[in-house]
């Protein structure tokens, strides 16, 4: 009975993130006081009108079933959102609500990925594309995000990876776990190489695209007319309005992929809960302060880690354009970044995610999550500073004990 599970369902996997935090509360429950870095969540309360919407909408009974594509009413909100924030052209017919983001990545490879299909995934990456690409049975190809090239993709790799086989390109931007943001002339120049192969579609996950800080602006590649038909994007309320618990997003696609993927959702899901969707509706047409208002706090707290963590020797850090994440070099300390986090929880009491986590080329890297106050980062910086200290003079111990040695 021990291989009664199908390949498929082994083929998944989960997140570190998740992980981590089991470990940081089995060693809490000892005692041990622990900084919580590991978990990508804003900080923040839901805003009231928001969450107030959602209490009337189930006073006023709107606790049915609603149509498995979304309420047209929110759709055609979402339309006008996208305008504004992206400068896509959509309607509602383009547009499938969804319980949060991953529903559209996994819709996304069910309907456009067959067996042995290439999609070509940022690494490191978020960690739900590589499971699912094998999940659908395609095959994961890497795309390198390197710290040399600011966390960006370059059009030149993209075109170079690309095959008679590739389906399917995933764009984060910005992204997870980096913060690196693709601009306009980065996408374009990939937008270029993608008009070569016209049999390969993009999943762009713009999850983050409100939450720029930096000099980079996002660009989606939907708003290029020549892409617009190709091209998924992923978007919801969880990052930008702080509903990581209310479970809502959307995707945007050409009508035939929106057809599939609300078919996907009633054989799944049936719909989203309607007083949800009340919620979200709420969300756009408020006032949008709130996202102003988190989008300064992450830059202040992001500016002081990266400047504080540049500081310490054995440790670089690029300032992230955008989300809530710090994404530093740890390789100088500790070659094995798993160790590094293990140690760092265990000795320093402060919990990150191994960068190898999200992938290959995240390896010497850890992430840092600044969705926490200022205060708490302050401890932070402090116990990595004095943990890296520690893992300095043990280098130069074991650099120095062969000589000291032989000298005996």
Known sequence: ????????????????????????????????????????????????????????????????????????QLRQEIANHVKKYKNVDTNPEEIVVVPGGKPVMFYAMLALINPGDEVLYPNPGFPIYESLINFTGGKAVPVPVLQENKFKYKAEQIESLITDKTKLLII??????????????????????????????????????????????????????????????????????????????????????????????????????????????????????????????????LEYVVSELNKIDGITCLMPQGSFYAFPSVKALCEDDKVFQKRLLEEGGVAVLPGSSFGIYGKGHVRISAATSMEVLKEAVKRISSFAQKLNEENIENEYSPLIKEAM
Request: glycine share 6%; aromatic share 6%; charged share 25%.
């Open 172 to 301: 984060n931007s910005p992204g997870n776990p980096t913060g690196g943001v693709m601009e306009e002339e980065d996408i374009r120049a990939i937008a270029e190489v993608l008009k070569r192969h016209p049999n390969v579609f993009v999943l762009s996950d713009e999850i983050y695209d409100r939450l720029c800080h930096g000099t980079a602006k996002p660009f989606s590649i939907a708003s290029v007319p020549e892409m617009k038909d190709r091209t998924i994007v992923l978007d919801g309320f969880s990052k930008p309005y702080s509903m990581t618990g209310w479970r809502i997003g959307y995707g945007i696609m050409n009508k035939e992929i929106a057809k599939a993927m609300t078919v996907l959702m009633v054989n799944s899901n049936s719909c989203v809960a309607a007083f949800t969707q009340q919620a979200a509706l709420e969300a756009l047409r408020g006032p949008q302060d709130i996202v102003n208002t988190m989008n300064m706090a992450y830059k202040e707290r």
């Open 1 to 72: 009975m021990e291989n009664y599970l199908s390949d498929r369902v082994k083929n998944l996997k989960s997140e570190s993130a998740f992980e981590v935090l089991n470990q940081a509360q089995r060693l809490e429950a000892q005692g041990m006081d622990i900084i919580h870095l590991e978990i990508g969540q804003p900080d923040f309360e839901t805003p009231e009108h928001i969450s107030q919407s959602a209490c009337d909408a189930i006073k006023s009974g709107i606790t049915q079933y609603s149509p498995s594509q979304g309420e047209l």
